[in-house]
């Protein structure tokens, strides 16, 4: 039997991989130090563990591990600023320890980068602290992997949404958000302006059925997985169906991204499940 080893695995995207991975009859198993991530989460024939990644090697020092997907990392783009420690320490800290672990282990890494790198032209790369490390990471696995002949897989997510989204506190997601205010009553939805930054919103499923065929089939950088359909913030607020209040703009706030998906679909990928109808289900009627 193969054994799984998700970091993160008791967050928003973790959870969903990890209950697909044991409906594949892996062995699987966590590593979260539920900064984001909760007990609410946990899939029962997960074995779940504590802990930063910085300690990876201590914890499963005596665990066989043949994949490792790598999605434990600090996850906002304009709170990274105010965060710049956490960032430096869950992201910057924590992969080259996971790359030893690795390569000591002779496990494929599949790691999730972040689409940042190609907003506005790529000119975003170095617009926040989040943004740079991610970028950086992926440039260090590459090397690295390369170096010592391992197995990876560098993914690429886009705008993630769906059940058991974070709606509540600083790791919140926008469609989350505007849901939880439109069911809580709130007559207007706070936009950070300009509004008309566009986002690839691609449900979660869609996002898990993109790393398992990566995991299985993909090698090296490039693997985008985002829905084709983009929709501004505005526009999903229309969607939701409530007048906006218009707020500041954000540091590190990106226009656009492109979604490179071409080395994920010739896999065998698309996106099967949409916004618009996962909207359509979860707002409450008036």
Request: charged share 25%.
């Amino acid at each position: 039997m193969r054994k799984i080893l998700v970091t993160g695995g008791a967050g928003f995207v973790g959870s969903h991989l990890c209950e697909s991975l044991l409906r594949k009859n892996y062995s699987v198993f966590s590593l979260d130090n539920y900064s984001s991530g909760t007990l609410n989460n946990h899939v029962d024939g997960v074995a779940y563990f504590t802990g930063d990644t910085k300690q990876i090697a201590d914890i499963f020092k005596d665990q066989k591990i043949d994949v490792i997907f790598h999605l434990g990392e600090y996850p906002r783009v304009e709170r990274s600023f105010e965060d710049i420690d956490l960032v430096f320490d869950y992201n910057w800290n924590s992969i080259y320890e996971v790359l030893k672990f690795a390569k000591d282990k002779k496990a494929k890494i599949i790691y999730s980068g972040s689409s940042t790198k190609f907003g506005d032209q790529g000119t975003t790369i170095h617009q926040s602290p989040y943004a740079f490390v991610k970028h950086t990471n992926c440039e260090l696995i590459k090397t690295y992997c390369e170096w010592f002949n391992l197995k990876y897989a560098i993914t690429y997510f886009y705008n993630v949404y769906g059940e058991g989204e974070i709606a509540l506190g600083k790791y919140a997601t926008v469609v989350a958000i505007f849901l939880h205010l439109k069911k809580s009553g709130e007559k207007v939805l706070p936009v950070v302006s300009p509004g008309t930054q566009k986002r690839n919103f691609t449900d979660v499923r869609d996002i898990v059925n993109g790393l398992l065929l990566v995991a299985d089939k993909g090698y090296g950088d490039g693997y985008g997985i985002g829905s084709h359909q983009s929709f501004s913030i505005l526009q999903l607020a229309d969607m939701i169906g409530l007048p906006v209040k218009m707020l500041p703009a954000r540091k590190g706030n990106r226009l656009d991204a492109p979604v490179l998906s071409d080395k994920t679909t010739a896999l065998g990928w698309e996106a099967k499940y949409f916004l618009k109808d996962y909207i359509k289900k979860e707002k409450p009627l008036k």
